[in-house]
């Protein structure tokens, strides 16, 4: 919205990249609120099963909590309750998923496939150039594109994919 020179607010505010919020912060959390809803805590492994799904990235993690939380049990949830409860965001999200990924060209939806099993620090290295089946120069404006749509970022130099519901859609069903 703000770099899009044809959007009416193009340049109106700065440009600020905000990181995750570490899961050291999420931990305390989730154990204080489950503690006050449940009268004990969240186990270790259902928390990082959480954190799994979630990636961390706020929105799927409040999302999945909400309804974790909500859920009228008289205990803290499971890895089973976790998981069914992600498959079913996930489901809700499957058209807005299917949405985005029918804008993607082939050679796109290629790269954004493999990054959803494997990170990728080096996208124009032979290796990855075979695995894809795609030109160097391709794999680079691919690369360019996804990351300006803010479908991939770049951490530690491997390219990610940014949300945790298109790169679980993309491993389990495509």
Known sequence: MFDDASRPLFHLADKIELARIDQVHYQSY??????????????TNAINRIFELTELHPYYFSD???????????SPPTIKNIDAAWKA???????RIRAVLQTLKAGQLNILSHL???PEDKPRAKIFLNKVNLAG????QSIENLHRQDLIYKKDKYWHILDPSIRYFL???I
């Open 30 to 43: 989730l154990k204080k609120v489950s503690q006050k809803q449940w009268g004990r805590t969240i186990s």
């Open 64 to 74: 999945l909590c909400v309804t974790l939380w909500n859920n009228d049990t008289k």
């Open 89 to 95: 965001l996930i489901e809700k999200e499957e058209h």
């Open 116 to 118: 959803a099993f494997n």
């Open 137 to 140: 120069a391709t794999v680079t």
């Open 171 to 173: 491993t389990k069903w």
